[in-house]
């Protein structure tokens, strides 16, 4: 067998492969899955061309958003989209974090990207904590309530 008809035969090989993993879903499940991987990798792209010197410094922000932002995502596609009612402030958050990194690693170490970038963080943690209190509020009012009971029937005098 010559190596030219070897070489024909791997390729019919591998198009059969793929073909088949195509028909037996496989590429459908990987991309269900894996999709926020498809932003993730700009963002970290874009991190590589920073550190190489190959962009300027303002493309941290962009960066910094896209990668916590398919952080997110991917939390939400593999444990369920219900968690995003507790991870919403996260997207602000995203920007806050490209913002200081533009700060920190950036040529412009201006003082209003840097308030800029601890205002955003400071609102997105109020809204995540604020967020935990409406979803959890009434475990939270029920725990304090009976810590507060317990202390009342513990601390009361004893008389025999």
Request: hydrophobic share 60%; glycine share 10%.
């Amino acid at each position: 067998m010559n190596r030219q008809s070897a070489a024909v035969g791997i390729l019919v090989l591998t198009v059969g492969l793929i073909i088949l993993l195509g028909k037996l879903g496989v590429f459908a499940f990987i991309g269900a899955v894996f999709w926020p991987l498809f932003i993730l990798i700009p963002g970290v792209l874009l991190h590589v061309l920073y550190f190489g010197r190959m962009v300027p410094s303002i493309t941290l922000v962009p960066a910094g958003i896209l990668t916590v932002i398919s952080v997110v995502l991917l939390i939400g596609n593999w444990f369920g989209w219900g968690m995003m009612k507790y991870l919403w402030p996260m997207f602000p958050f995203s920007v806050a974090i490209g913002l200081y990194e533009y700060h920190v690693f950036g040529y412009n170490r201006s003082r209003e990207v840097w308030t800029a970038a601890v205002g955003l963080a400071s609102i997105s943690i109020l809204l995540f904590c604020l967020t935990l209190i409406w979803t959890w509020g009434i475990y939270l009012i029920a725990v304090g309530l009976i810590a507060v009971g317990a202390w009342l029937v513990l601390r009361r005098p004893r008389t025999w």
